[in-house]
T-cell receptor
């Protein structure tokens, strides 16, 4: 399985600021995804990060709030913009490779917004 | 929505006992996966069962799938304290490439 790292692992931020989370994979993957897990809740898909084109966002998530980049097949970033306390969550990236049905997850970024 | 439901929401048992968690979903699927999450960290993939499979084993884990009832169960036998975690099912729907997660079961194994 792919080895996935995320930076930062955790952060405490002030409201109104933005944070960019990085996801790095040790091998080329077909699909990369970003999820949010609010405190005590399950995971919700934010968007699919598409290499070389705009991300595909799920209902309730917009590019202005969660801009995503994916410049190549091993790296993606998620920015949480103009943060409020409601954005306090764990943000996880996941990857899927061609022909492999399993999705593997990074260790997550724990964000607290004050 | 395709989001699954899991029950129980929380389960507390003694070490050595078996733990059973259930998952239900709403639409047709390609496969169903179970994940474990320790203390709000990343998800660890446990097992994948395809829609044409009925049962699968991996070590102390046994997963069943009943597509007619749109439900799955995860059995952990001879539980250990290290099994304490949250367990999530996730479905990969037909025609979709995204996973939809259930609400999860918080499992506590008491020594």
């Amino acid at each position: 399985s792919a080895v996935i790292s995320q930076k930062p692992s955790r952060d405490i931020c002030q409201r109104g600021t933005s944070l960019t989370i990085q996801c790095q994979v040790d091998s080329q993957v077909t699909m990369m995804f970003w999820y949010r897990q609010q405190p005590g809740q399950s995971l919700t898909l934010i968007a699919t990060a598409n290499q070389g084109s705009e991300a595909t966002y799920e209902s309730g998530f917009v590019i202005d709030k969660f801009p995503i980049s994916r410049p190549n097949l091993t790296f993606s970033t998620l920015t949480v913009s103009n943060m409020s306390p409601e954005d306090s969550s764990i943000y996880l990236c996941s990857v899927e490779s061609q022909g492999i049905e399993t999705q593997y997850f990074g260790p997550g970024t724990r964000l607290l917004v004050l | 929505s395709q989001q699954g439901e899991e029950d129980p929401q929380a389960l507390s048992i003694q070490e050595g006992e078996n733990a059973t968690m259930n998952c239900s979903y709403k639409t047709s699927i390609n496969n169903l996966q179970w994940y474990r999450q320790n203390s709000g960290r990343g998800l660890v993939h446990l097992i994948l069962i395809r829609s044409n499979e009925r049962e699968k084993h991996s070590g102390r884990l046994r997963v069943t799938l009943d597509t007619s009832k749109k439900s799955s169960s995860l059995l952990i036998t001879a539980s250990r304290a290290a099994d304490t975690a949250s367990y999530f099912c996730a479905t990969d729907g037909k025609g979709a490439q995204k996973l939809v997660f259930g609400q999860g079961t918080r499992l506590t194994i008491n020594p």
